[in-house]
């Protein structure tokens, strides 16, 4: 939702730091690899009940999540970049809420409730693209990409925000994983929506 609006804010920082990157060889694969790896940390700092931790490891992923973007836009997208972004960013956004779980044992339906919502969100999304793909349908709403982004209520930053609440108010995680499975689920209709009234035959 609120994803197009901050990328204003963000991508002139974003950018230049991707260009220094790049002029150093830094390639935005590596930076994806490596922040992905940061931040599959989170999930036994949350197993431990290290709440600050893993919020250090959240943060420091999504921060490698917008230089490696930075990186492709300096130098151009590639379809493994893509590819590799899109995947690894699924595999972490669930592997948090599995590193909680495992520590609050008592709250892992509301974690299974999350991990269902986000299956949704994400195959909306994916299936989305490809259809968008195979009909040449492109889009430039959240800079260029290698892949057909499409929006909803339960975007990038919205997620990141439910992560941060999770760590900070760890006890409220029922609460947090609800409200955000139902934005999710929100996001997931209005994308099939979409899709039956661009695709609709």
Same mark, same amino acid.
């Given at each position: ?35 992905f ?38 130098v ?16 972490? *956004? ?45 889009t ?7 892949? *057909? ?9 919205e997620?990141?925000?439910a ?39």
């Amino acid at each position: 939702m609120f994803d197009a609006a901050l990328r204003r804010l963000i991508d002139p920082p974003l950018d230049a730091a991707g260009r220094r990157l790049a002029a150093a060889g830094v390639s935005a694969n590596a930076v994806t690899v490596g922040g992905f790896l940061v931040g599959i940390l989170s999930v036994p700092a949350l197993a431990a009940g290290r709440y600050d931790l893993a919020l250090l490891t959240i943060l420091a992923n999504r921060l490698g999540d917008g230089l490696d973007g930075a990186i492709a836009r300096s130098v151009g997208p590639s379809d493994l970049g893509g590819y590799l972004d899109i995947v690894l960013d699924f595999v972490f *956004y669930s592997a948090v809420v599995l590193g909680f779980a495992l520590g609050r044992p008592d709250h892992a339906v509301w974690a299974a409730f999350l991990i269902f919502s986000f299956v949704g969100t994400g195959s909306s999304f994916l299936a989305y693209a490809i259809v968008a793909a195979k009909r040449g349908v492109t889009t430039a709403s959240r800079g260029r990409k290698s892949i *057909y982004y499409l929006g909803g209520l339960a975007e990038g930053s919205e997620t990141i925000a439910a992560f941060v609440l999770i760590c900070v108010f760890p006890e409220a995680f029922p609460w947090i994983a609800g409200i955000f499975g139902a934005m999710c689920w929100i996001t997931t209709a209005s994308r099939i929506w979409q899709a039956v009234q661009a695709f609709g035959d």
